[in-house]
Nanobody
């Protein structure tokens, strides 16, 4: 059994920052396999950020230069640092091992204008 638990969401003003955390427990797999996704109201979940096979990172165009994905192997946690937030970043954010189909419960991020 795998559990992915997100935390760190909340309400922030435009231009502000938040850091989301995703802590994995249960079955062991590389933290490199965990990415971040978000879901806007009435829309499907979309890609935000992930690690590449060579250990680098990749981002959706809409968040490049503002969001940073990182990991702490000792804490079994993947982070999403979100800076310069915009109202259009308002969504439910999920971490997931997409290939294995493991998803967290999601955390709401709301950016006010």
């Amino acid at each position: 059994q795998v559990q992915l638990v997100e935390s760190g969401g909340g309400l922030v003003q435009a231009g502000g920052s938040l850091r989301l955390s995703c802590t994995a427990s249960g079955r062991t797999f590389s933290l490199n396999a965990i990415g971040w996704y978000r879901q806007f109201p009435g829309k499907q979940r979309g890609f935000v950020a992930a690690f590449t096979s060579d250990g680098s990172t990749t981002y959706a165009d809409s968040v490049k230069g503002r969001f940073t994905i990182s990991r702490d192997n000792a804490e079994n946690t993947v982070y999403l640092q979100m800076n310069s937030l915009k109202p259009e970043d308002t969504a439910v954010y999920y971490c997931a091992n997409y290939k294995l189909g493991y998803w967290g419960q999601g955390t709401q991020v709301t950016v006010s204008s």
